[in-house]
C-alpha cells in the first residue's frame, strides 16, 4: 500500500497549510497531510511554512517567531490564495491535531527547526501528539536530525524521518543510526536500487514534493511507502488505475 501525503494540505486549490486546505486535502481522498510547524514568540506550535510571514499572510516581512499567538491569529492567511479564502487564519498544530484526531488520516508534520533553532518545540510537539493520542499515526520530519534524534528520546513510538536533499550513500544506514523509521528524500536524487535497498532493510521510504505524473507512476511502479505531493487527486487516480 502506497500512502499518498496531501502536501501542505490540498494546496494547489486552496492556501498552503491552512484548515480549508487539510479539510479539502481529506475530501479528496488523501491518506495523509503533510504540515510545517514553527513556534510563535511566545511558544505555541503553529503551522505555516516559510519563516516571514510575507508570501502566505499579511503580516508584512516580520518572522513568525517575532509575533505572539494571539498577534499571528489576527493574520490573514487566505487573501493572497484567492479573495474565497479571506480572513482564513494560521491555524495551530493543536487546532489541527483537535480536528485530525476522529479522521482515519496519517499526520506528517516537519519540523521547520533548521535554519531557525526553535528551543523546547520538540516537547512541545510532542506533548500534543500525546495529549491526543496520535503517536501512531504521526511522522516527524525534519531537516534538523539532531531533532529527530531528540524526539526519538521523548517518545520512542512517534515515526521520525529525516528530510534530505542529496543522494545518501546506505540511506538505510544513516536511519537506523539515527532511529528513524522512515526516510523523506528529495525525488530527483532517489532511483529503483535505492528504493530497494532501503526497503530491504525495512526503513519507509516517501519522496517529496511529486507532481509530475510520470514521475508519480515511476515511484508507484519502484514501491516507495508514500509519496508527498501538491496533487493527491491525481497519485490517487494514477495509483488506482495500475
Ligand atoms: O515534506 C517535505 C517537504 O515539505 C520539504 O520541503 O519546503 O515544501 O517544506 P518544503
Ligand atoms: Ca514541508
Avoid at 27 to 35: Q, R, S
Avoid at 114 to 132: D, N, R
Avoid at 162 to 167: E, G, S, T, V
Wanted: glycine share 6%; net charge positive.
Amino acid at each position: 500500500m502506497i500512502m499518498i501525503y496531501a502536501h501542505r494540505g490540498a494546496s494547489k486549490e486552496c492556501p498552503e497549510n491552512t484548515m480549508p486546505s487539510f479539510k479539502r486535502a481529506k475530501e479528496l481522498g488523501a491518506d495523509g497531510i503533510e504540515c510545517d510547524a514553527q513556534l510563535s514568540l511566545d511558544g505555541v506550535p503553529m503551522i505555516i511554512h516559510d519563516k516571514t510571514l510575507k508570501r502566505t499572510t499579511n503580516g508584512g516581512k516580520k518572522y513568525v517567531k517575532d509575533l505572539t499567538f494571539a498577534e499571528l491569529k489576527q493574520l490573514d492567511a487566505g487573501s493572497w490564495f484567492s479573495e474565497d479564502f479571506k480572513d482564513t487564519r494560521i491555524p495551530s498544530l493543536e487546532e489541527f491535531l483537535v480536528w485530525v484526531k476522529p479522521t482515519v488520516l496519517l499526520i506528517n508534520i516537519e519540523l521547520k527547526n533548521y535554519s531557525l533553532p526553535y528551543e523546547g518545540m520538540e516537547k512541545k510537539v510532542v506533548a500534543l501528539i500525546e495529549k491526543y493520542g496520535l503517536e501512531k499515526r504521526v511522522t516527524i520530519s525534519s531537516f534538523n536530525h539532531e531533532s529527530l534524534r531528540l524526539i526519538h528520546k521523548l517518545n520512542s513510538q512517534i515515526e521520525t524521518a529525516p528530510l534530505y536533499r542529496a543522494n545518501l550513500y546506505k540511506a538505510w544506514k544513516y536511519a537506523k543510526k539515527i532511529k528513524a523509521r522512515a526516510l523523506h528524500p528529495k525525488y530527483h536524487n532517489l532511483d529503483g536500487k535505492d528504493i530497494k535497498g532501503i526497503k530491504k532493510h525495512h526503513v519507509k521510504v516517501r519522496p517529496y514534493t511529486v507532481n509530475d505524473p510520470s514521475w508519480i507512476k515511476q515511484f508507484i511502479d519502484w514501491g516507495v511507502d508514500g509519496l508527498i505531493t501538491d496533487v493527491p487527486d491525481l497519485a490517487l487516480a494514477i495509483y488506482k488505475k495500475e
